[in-house]
């Protein structure tokens, strides 16, 4: 595979243009003819393709970050405060 | 009065009687089913079912609150006040948004309203600059300037072919510059790649609680996503550089 937009047909992109789609085009919202072009604009450049891959990567690496959760002290507050609130709701008035 | 602060008002600002609490129904219309059992369950006062908003939501609601206060030890604050909000109003949630999105708003608010009292003015200037959505997410000079190849790479992004998800996620380097990227994002960046790629929250969803366009949603990601991008690159780069 030929690894330089200039050595291939021609996009009409620059890597510029296209890393400036790259989350458009990842998340599947550029219009059909844009999405063709940034396609083979990609075939053929590497430093591209490299691009891409590492914003999807990065946006998967995200998505397994660690959950957080409340200190226990805190935790425990607002069982507190939930279950006085509800204990609150149904007292007689 | 901003339109997060009307939200919010609308929310928690009246105090219904007894009676007419009871008579409130959730509208299904926003809501899934899963929602629904959960509220019905909350407003029996099932704490398992309070233990279960709380684990689902805490995380997303810590990190969207550090971008607009100065620490960890003020977001817990924060977050601790919107839980505790959130308790005092369940029961005048009537369902046109998702729980999420209506936790979401409570939070902002509370987030903001702090951010503000600490003076941390830094917070809203970004926030005024990156509306411009004319601005480039990729530093420019990466390309080059002029010449035959102008707008092609100059200093193109390493290869990181052998860098999963996985692989980044289990070295630590990469992770704490990952989190160091994040926390060094405007407020505007920072929640739009919080709710869409670390919780997972649907675009339209994301839209909503942030009262964006898909289009403002989507700038703002590839903008967030390229600086935690660099942060990576770089963080590989010192890797290699001691390794």
């Known amino acids: 595979m030929k690894d330089h937009p200039s050595q291939w047909l021609d996009s009409g992109l620059t890597c510029r243009d296209v890393a400036e789609r790259a989350t458009n085009y990842l998340e599947d919202r550029l ?57 609150n709701l149904m007292a007689p008035s | 009065m901003n339109a997060d602060a009307i939200a919010y008002t609308e929310s928690i600002g009246h105090s219904p009687s007894i009676s007419s609490r009871k008579s409130q129904a959730v509208k299904s219309s926003g809501l899934t089913k899963a929602e629904d059992t959960l509220i019905a369950r909350l407003r029996r006062g099932d704490e398992g079912a309070f233990d279960e908003l ?69 917070t809203f200037s970004a926030f005024e600059s990156y509306d411009d959505d004319n601005e480039e997410a990729v530093d420019p000079s990466r390309f080059q300037q002029s010449g035959e190849w102008a707008g092609h790479w100059a200093f193109p992004p390493q290869p990181w072919d052998d860098q999963t998800p996985e692989k980044l996620l289990a070295s630590k380097q990469a992770v704490d510059y990952m989190q160091r990227a994040i926390e060094a994002l405007p407020a505007t960046l920072r929640e739009v790649l919080i709710l869409r790629d670390v919780e997972g929250v649907e675009a339209k969803e994301v839209c909503e609680m942030l009262k964006i366009t898909e289009t403002n949603l989507y700038v703002r990601l590839h903008r967030a996503r390229e600086r935690v991008r660099v942060a990576v690159e770089t963080a590989l780069g010192v890797e290699t550089a001691l390794g």
């Open chain 2, 54 to 122: 709380v684990n689902q939501h805490h995380g997303m609601l810590i990190r969207m609150a550090m971008g607009y206060v100065a620490n960890r030890e003020v977001a817990e604050e924060v977050v601790q006040d919107t839980w505790m909000a959130v308790i005092e109003s369940l029961d005048r949630f009537e369902g046109r948004s998702s729980l999420r999105t209506w936790v979401c708003g409570i939070l902002i608010h509370k987030a903001k309203d702090r951010g503000v009292r600490e003076r941390r003015h830094t």
């Open chain 1, 31 to 87: 219009p059909v003819f844009t999405k063709i072009r940034v396609g083979l604009h990609l075939a053929s450049c590497a430093r591209c393709r490299s691009y891409v891959v590492q914003i999807g990567r990065v946006s998967s690496a995200l998505r397994g970050f660690p959950k957080l959760y409340p200190s226990p002290v805190n935790r425990l507050r607002l069982r507190q405060g939930f279950a006085a609130r509800h204990a």
